[in-house]
């Protein structure tokens, strides 16, 4: 009988906890898991070749990877473009001669790759798209073509599909005058087909005024289709996000973003809260509310207010959007599938059959159930709403991590010489890119400091990070800590500073400098190895428990070949194993120190492509972030 009870009471246990874990599970996480089993890989119809649709689904599962860590979608990504994109660099369908601009958006997925994985084959694809961009066909004042077949015009689709990708090669390969290109095309777009009464942009302008569709007068189309001014705000706060903050333009791109707001609040349905297909006629017959361009301005107006980039007042109305969407649009299914009705299948002007752009083209298109555009545009909605969700109680923070006692460089594919290991921007399995997810999601800006330390240039952190200082084998000249950076930093931490240590093992970290600095707090890194991981990552492993002040949701961890700790008052032992102490803290005067003896938050422990689903490396780094947020002082008001 106590048998049969304790059976029962585990089976309860058992779906109590499936139960928990299903409604723990993010909408943009399940509609995610409903794409990848409708489009399994890309031998399918729907993506036997290169197609922007394509691209616009894989930008969502990179957004929905980014926040959870969940390797899954990072898998699905990468499966999808490699059935499309050879050893040698060769993209299956492409043809750069056709000077589509459609061809490019995809190129976010392979950035994605490149960035994460190095591999050759993407960069050469990547480079593929990057030449078709110096050739493509432009208007006489230099916007781009959106196509060869569609002479003199640029249409708002374009400026998604181009310029986000551009923006990020633009970062990436560190080639900044192309900003200056890409801003041009917002600017001229904007310049040429917005309507001064309603705000809003036309879907296309003929410079030749030729088109059967065009203005004699202005060369725009005759109406406000939805997606389009979607494409068109989707591409302005993604560019945003890479344009440098003191380019002269930037300014100039927030002004038309906010204008956009403006106008996509005023035609937002008060009733339902989302979108029309054709955005100015509500009350015409035949008009209906879409999915996808509802999609769009909340990815549009979420990101845009988180980022900063719009006023605070544009989270209600993404708000409201997002709630109409889900309302409207999202649908269960009774295989458990959760699916994006209501989206136009496409939605174009010229070509052959004709189109003419007008209300009643516009309202006869096909609309369909989970088309991979609009799902894509959803999970990046959903996404964003999500990360909204999360406390920002780092906001007005600055988290500084150091390249100065760890700066290390390397070629990278285009022969340039590179900051690398352990920067904020680098997705590889040696960056901290996750880490640096982390901060920002919780409002804290992240920023580097590649100078000596000093009490003048550390005023304006918060937070200041430390991570693997160079050996003579890593550098050929080293920055050591000396007496002069150790009493400058802990001044600063005296003050109300929050340092973090994550140092090495011996022989892979400069433990003998860095314990000048450690000692101003009672730690010192021994000079030692523990937790050696061959093939066999168990060795690695480490239970945080159950009541730990900062680890309270990754209780399962791995730190690998780590330096054990000494402490001495002030400094305690954070956590133990055994006689060993693995993580320590201080409080020093106003503020805290944190120190570990490895990079532990690099993001091969963090992203979930290498460690088991069952590790919580990110979830311990969520937990590190949310308690540093807290030891930073009350600002003086």
């Given at each position: 009988?106590?048998?049969?009870?304790?059976?029962?009471?585990?089976?309860?246990?058992?779906?109590?906890?499936?139960?928990?874990?299903?409604?723990?599970?993010?909408?943009?996480?399940?509609?995610?898991?409903?794409?990848?089993?409708?489009?399994?890989?890309?031998?399918?119809?729907?993506?036997?070749r290169?197609?922007?649709?394509?691209?616009?689904?894989?930008?969502?599962?990179?957004?929905?990877?980014?926040?959870?860590?969940?390797?899954?979608?990072?898998?699905?990504?990468?499966?999808?473009?490699?059935?499309?994109?050879?050893?040698?660099?060769?993209i299956?369908?492409?043809?750069?001669?056709?000077?589509?601009?459609?061809?490019?958006?995809?190129?976010?997925?392979l950035?994605?790759?490149?960035?994460?994985?190095?591999?050759e084959?993407?960069?050469k694809?990547?480079?593929?798209?990057?030449?078709?961009?110096?050739?493509?066909?432009?208007?006489?004042?230099?916007?781009?073509?959106?196509?060869?077949?569609?002479?003199?015009?640029?249409?708002?689709?374009?400026?998604?599909?181009g310029?986000?990708f551009?923006?990020?090669y633009?970062?990436?390969?560190?080639?900044?005058?192309?900003?200056?290109?890409?801003?041009?095309?917002?600017?001229l777009?904007?310049?040429?087909?917005?309507?001064?009464?309603?705000?809003?942009?036309?879907?296309?302008?003929?410079?030749?005024?030729?088109?059967?569709?065009a203005?004699?007068?202005?060369?725009t189309?005759?109406n406000?289709?939805?997606?389009?001014?979607?494409?068109?705000g989707m591409?302005?706060?993604d560019?945003?996000?890479?344009?440098?903050?003191n380019?002269?333009?930037?300014?100039a791109l927030?002004?038309?973003l906010?204008?956009?707001?403006?106008?996509?609040?005023?035609?937002?349905?008060?009733k339902?809260?989302?979108?029309?297909?054709?955005?100015?006629?509500?009350?015409?017959?035949g008009?209906?509310?879409?999915?996808?361009?509802?999609?769009?301005?909340?990815?549009?107006?979420?990101?845009?207010?988180?980022?900063?980039?719009?006023?605070?007042?544009?989270?209600?109305?993404?708000?409201?959007?997002?709630d109409?969407?889900?309302?409207?649009?999202?649908?269960t299914?009774?295989?458990?599938?959760?699916?994006?009705?209501?989206?136009?299948?496409?939605?174009?002007?010229?070509?052959?059959?004709?189109?003419?752009?007008?209300?009643?083209?516009?309202?006869?298109?096909?609309?369909?159930?989970n088309?991979?555009?609009?799902v894509?545009?959803?999970?990046?909605?959903?996404?964003?709403?999500?990360?909204?969700e999360?406390?920002?109680?780092g906001?007005?923070?600055?988290?500084m991590?150091?390249?100065?006692?760890?700066?290390?460089?390397?070629?990278?594919?285009?022969?340039?010489t590179?900051?690398?290991?352990?920067k904020?921007?680098?997705m590889?399995?040696?960056?901290?890119?996750?880490?640096?997810?982390?901060?920002?999601?919780?409002?804290?800006?992240?920023?580097?400091?590649?100078?000596?330390?000093?009490?003048?240039?550390?005023?304006?952190?918060?937070?200041?990070?430390?991570?693997?200082?160079?050996?003579?084998?890593?550098?050929d000249?080293?920055?050591y800590?000396?007496?002069?950076?150790?009493?400058?930093?802990?001044?600063?931490?005296?003050?109300?500073?929050?340092?973090?240590?994550?140092?090495?093992?011996?022989?892979?970290?400069?433990?003998?400098?860095?314990?000048?600095?450690?000692?101003?707090?009672?730690?010192?890194?021994?000079?030692?190895?523990?937790?050696?991981?061959?093939?066999?990552?168990?060795?690695?492993?480490?239970q945080?428990?159950?009541n730990?002040?900062?680890?309270?949701?990754?209780?399962?961890?791995?730190?690998?070949?780590i330096?054990?700790?000494?402490?001495?008052?002030?400094?305690?032992?954070?956590?133990?194993?055994?006689?060993?102490?693995?993580?320590a803290t201080?409080?020093?005067?106003?503020?805290?120190?944190?120190?570990?003896?490895?990079?532990w938050?690099?993001?091969?422990?963090?992203?979930?492509?290498?460690?088991?689903?069952?590790?919580?490396?990110?979830?311990?780094?969520?937990?590190?972030?949310?308690?540093?947020?807290?030891?930073?002082?009350?600002?003086?008001?």
């Amino acid at each position: 009988m106590k048998k049969n009870t304790l059976k029962r009471s585990i089976v309860l246990l058992f779906l109590l906890g499936t139960a928990y874990s299903l409604r723990a599970q993010s909408l943009s996480e399940k509609v995610a898991k409903t794409a990848m089993k409708v489009w399994p890989d890309t031998s399918s119809t729907k993506f036997a070749r290169w197609s922007y649709d394509q691209g616009v689904l894989l930008e969502g599962m990179a957004g929905v990877w980014k926040r959870t860590a969940d390797a899954e979608y990072y898998r699905y990504i990468q499966k999808s473009i490699d059935k499309l994109v050879d050893n040698e660099g060769k993209i299956t369908g492409y043809k750069a001669e056709d000077s589509n601009i459609d061809n490019i958006k995809t190129g976010r997925s392979l950035l994605l790759l490149y960035r994460v994985t190095g591999q050759e084959k993407y960069y050469k694809a990547l480079s593929q798209l990057r030449g078709q961009l110096k050739n493509q066909p432009r208007t006489t004042e230099g916007g781009f073509w959106h196509k060869k077949v569609y002479p003199n015009q640029m249409w708002l689709d374009g400026l998604y599909m181009g310029e986000p990708f551009y923006a990020e090669y633009a970062s990436v390969f560190d080639e900044p005058s192309d900003f200056d290109d890409i801003t041009k095309q917002f600017i001229l777009m904007e310049k040429h087909a917005r309507d001064p009464k309603t705000g809003l942009l036309y879907h296309g302008w003929d410079e030749s005024k030729q088109q059967k569709w065009a203005n004699k007068t202005t060369g725009t189309s005759p109406n406000f289709w939805g997606r389009a001014m979607g494409w068109y705000g989707m591409a302005l706060v993604d560019v945003l996000e890479y344009l440098p903050e003191n380019h002269p333009q930037r300014k100039a791109l927030l002004d038309i973003l906010n204008r956009f707001a403006a106008a996509v609040q005023k035609y937002e349905d008060p009733k339902s809260g989302v979108w029309y297909q054709v955005l100015d006629k509500a009350t015409e017959k035949g008009n209906y509310l879409e999915s996808s361009a509802s999609s769009m301005f909340v990815y549009t107006l979420a990101k845009g207010t988180r980022l900063g980039y719009l006023p605070e007042k544009y989270k209600a109305v993404a708000k409201k959007g997002y709630d109409g969407t889900v309302k409207e649009f999202i649908e269960t299914d009774a295989s458990g599938n959760t699916n994006l009705k209501g989206t136009v299948a496409v939605a174009g002007l010229g070509g052959n059959p004709y189109r003419d752009g007008s209300f009643e083209y516009y309202t006869k298109e096909k609309v369909v159930t989970n088309d991979p555009k609009g799902v894509g545009a959803f999970l990046q909605a959903a996404n964003e709403m999500e990360l909204a969700e999360i406390p920002k109680a780092g906001k007005g923070q600055t988290a500084m991590l150091d390249s100065y006692f760890n700066n290390e460089h390397m070629k990278d594919v285009t022969g340039r010489t590179i900051s690398f290991h352990y920067k904020w921007d680098e997705m590889d399995n040696n960056g901290f890119y996750f880490f640096k997810c982390a901060f920002n999601y919780r409002g804290v800006k992240t920023a580097t400091l590649y100078a000596a330390p000093t009490t003048a240039n550390l005023k304006g952190s918060d937070i200041y990070i430390i991570v693997d200082p160079d050996t003579q084998k890593e550098t050929d000249k080293p920055n050591y800590v000396n007496q002069q950076d150790a009493t400058a930093i802990a001044e600063w931490v005296k003050a109300g500073g929050v340092l973090v240590l994550l140092a090495n093992d011996v022989g892979n970290c400069d433990l003998e400098h860095l314990n000048i600095l450690a000692g101003k707090f009672g730690i010192r890194f021994n000079e030692d190895s523990r937790n050696k991981v061959t093939t066999d990552l168990t060795t690695g492993d480490f239970q945080m428990p159950a009541n730990d002040p900062i680890f309270k949701t990754g209780k399962k961890v791995h730190i690998k070949e780590i330096s054990t700790l000494k402490v001495t008052p002030p400094a305690v032992a954070e956590f133990t194993d055994g006689k060993d102490v693995i993580i320590a803290t201080a409080k020093y005067g106003k503020g805290s120190v944190f120190a570990v003896g490895d990079p532990w938050f690099y993001n091969e422990y963090t992203n979930g492509r290498k460690i088991p689903a069952d590790y919580q490396n990110y979830e311990a780094c969520q937990d590190l972030v949310n308690w540093l947020i807290k030891q930073v002082p009350a600002k003086a008001k």
